[in-house]
Structures are given as structure tokens and as C-alpha cells.
């Protein structure tokens, strides 16, 4: 069963740094393509930043382009997000997907909810 | 707002069939790029619904079809279901902006 847990979500200052890590198991990992997509409180899904399988090709909304990096280790089968700069705008719960394809989202994890406050 | 277009909620009777529409532009679905549906349930995460426009991944009922054409998709659910009541979005990929793009979400009520 293909189990994706998200973690390194809560509430953070604005300006703040923070790291989303993803543990992912039930299947092969190298072999996919994963990406973030947020949801903020009381609006749609947002996709934020996808990685190939070999990390040959990384993409990102216009939206977080600059502040957020996605990164991933094959070996320990894990999905990073890190984040810089936080904003409000930020806040949202955050999903992590892994996928066969390039280009839709299969299988997502509950997702980690992160806050940015003063 | 959303770079695809969605009708922010849709109702049917159970039994009946409805139709969510998703339109998009010469950038995304009408620049031939995919189109992909996901039910969220409340409190639980997305599920793909629908992937490459037609195809349903294994589990998903065939009750829920969909289609695309020009610029515009559509999600069809027939034989509604009380279990049916979620959110439904549209996702593709958009050129112009070198990134993938979702619709704003329908709401589906089973009265």
C-alpha cells in the first residue's frame, strides 16, 4: 500500500524558515515523479513545486519561485520542501504526491499544516 | 482566481447524473495538455478521479467518466450517490506559465 506522511508542519513566524519532509513507502520511490500542492484554509488546491524521479528537472509556481526549494533522496526515500522567507500567504496545509507521471498526482498524503503568525 | 474555470457548485437528486465543467484557455487545455479530475471528501485528502482526460484508475466506480474537448473537460457522474458529495477539481498543465494548474474547485451536493 503506497503510504505518503508528511511532516515538519506548525506555526511559524513570518520571515521564518521551515522544512516539509515527506516519508514515503509501499512503492518505488526513485522510480517517481513527486510533487507539493497546498490547499489554504477555505480555498482551492495550489500546485507548489514538482521533481523527476532522478531530480533532473524541478519546476515551481510563479507563486514560491526564489523562496521555496524541493529537493529529494532516493536512498532514504524522502521529499523535502524548504522554505524560506514565510509569509502569510504561506498558510496552508501542505500535500505531498507521488506519481508515475510527469503530469497529474496520484497517490497524496494527509498533508502537514503549516501556519505562518506572528 | 483560477487559471481554469470551475462552477462553484453543482446539486443532483441520488440517481440522477450531473456534469462539472472545466474550461480553460489556448495555453493550457486547449494547447492539448491533459486534463485530470480529483474528488476531495471532507477531512480526507485528494484522490485522483480521473487521469489523461478518460481513464479511470483502478477502484474508481464507472459511474464517474470524463471527457475533453477545444478548450473545455467535463467530469460526468451518473447513478448519483449520497457518498458522491465532495469537491471535484480539474487539473492541467498550462505552457505559458511552465507549471500545472487546477480549477477552483465544485462543490457537488447529493439533495
Known amino acids: 500500500e503506497v503510504q505518503l506522511v508528511e511532516s515538519g508542519g506548525g506555526l511559524v513566524q513570518p520571515g521564518r524558515p521551515l522544512r516539509l519532509s515527506c516519508a514515503a513507502s509501499?512503492?518505488?520511490?526513485?522510480?517517481?515523479?513527486m510533487h507539493w500542492v497546498r490547499q489554504a484554509p477555505g480555498k482551492g488546491l495550489e500546485w507548489v513545486s514538482g521533481?523527476?524521479?532522478?531530480?533532473?528537472?524541478?519546476v515551481y509556481a510563479d507563486s514560491v519561485r526564489g523562496r521555496f526549494t524541493i529537493s529529494r533522496d532516493n536512498a532514504k526515500n524522502s521529499l523535502y520542501l524548504q522554505i524560506n522567507s514565510l509569509r502569510a500567504e504561506d498558510t496552508a496545509l501542505y500535500y505531498c504526491?507521488?506519481?508515475?507521471?510527469?503530469?497529474?498526482?496520484?497517490?497524496w498524503g494527509q498533508g502537514t499544516l503549516v501556519t505562518v503568525s506572528s | 482566481q483560477s487559471v481554469l474555470t470551475q462552477s462553484p457548485s453543482v446539486s443532483g437528486a441520488p440517481g440522477q447524473r450531473v456534469t462539472i465543467s472545466c474550461t480553460g484557455s489556448?495555453?493550457?487545455?486547449?494547447?492539448?495538455?491533459?486534463v485530470h479530475w480529483y474528488q476531495k471528501l471532507p477531512g480526507t485528502a485528494p484522490k485522483l478521479l480521473i487521469y489523461?482526460?478518460?481513464n479511470r484508475p483502478s477502484g474508481v466506480p464507472d459511474r464517474f467518466s470524463g471527457s475533453r474537448s477545444g478548450t473545455s473537460a467535463s467530469l460526468d457522474i451518473t447513478g448519483l450517490q449520497a457518498e458522491d458529495e465532495a469537491d471535484y477539481y480539474c487539473?492541467?498543465?498550462?505552457?505559458?506559465?511552465?507549471?500545472?494548474?487546477f480549477g477552483g474547485g465544485t462543490k457537488l451536493a447529493v439533495l
Open positions: 504526491i507521488g506519481s508515475s507521471s510527469w503530469f497529474y498526482f496520484e497517490s
Open positions: 521533481i523527476s524521479w532522478n531530480s533532473g528537472s524541478i
Open positions: 489556448s495555453s493550457n487545455i486547449g494547447a492539448g495538455y491533459d
Open positions: 489523461t482526460n478518460t
Open positions: 487539473q492541467s498543465y498550462d505552457g505559458s506559465l511552465s507549471g500545472y494548474v
Open positions: 509501499g512503492f518505488t520511490f526513485g522510480d517517481h515523479a
